[in-house]
């Protein structure tokens, strides 16, 4: 269902495609950038507490916003795994591990914002 994560996360990665994407110079991003940080690490906690809610639905709408995050600072791979938990999870598939999912994300994240 979901391939590998294999690349590493890091922060000089968010800085190029921030530059490439959106044209942003280097000043602007340092300056933005630990607020971007610090919306990752306030969506993962929703995540994180959409999962101990054990409400699919819940989870769906926190995978929605964490997908578009991660978008946004070209971390595609981590958007997959968002994706996933939000289409199960709008669906209400009770079936999904989705623990394994969010610890997945929380793993390839600490690096990035010491969750």
């Known amino acids: 269902m979901i391939k590998n994560m294999s690349q590493p996360l890091s922060v000089e990665k968010i800085k190029t495609h921030l ?9 602007q991003i340092e ?12 969506h993962m ?3 994180e507490n959409a999962l101990e809610g054990n409400n699919p639905v819940l989870l769906g709408r926190a ?3 964490i997908k578009g995050a991660f978008l946004n600072l070209g971390l595609d791979e981590c ?9 199960k999870g709008k669906q209400g598939d009770t079936s999904i591990d989705y623990r394994s999912l969010v610890e997945e994300l929380r793993l390839r994240l600490d690096p990035l914002v010491r969750i």
């Open 31 to 42: 300056m933005m950038l630990p607020s971007f940080l610090a919306a990752l690490r306030s």
């Open 19 to 27: 530059a490439e994407q959106f044209s942003l110079p280097t000043d």
């Open 63 to 65: 995978g929605h916003t």
């Open 45 to 47: 906690q929703n995540l």
């Open 79 to 87: 958007a997959q795994v968002a994706n996933c938990i939000e289409e």
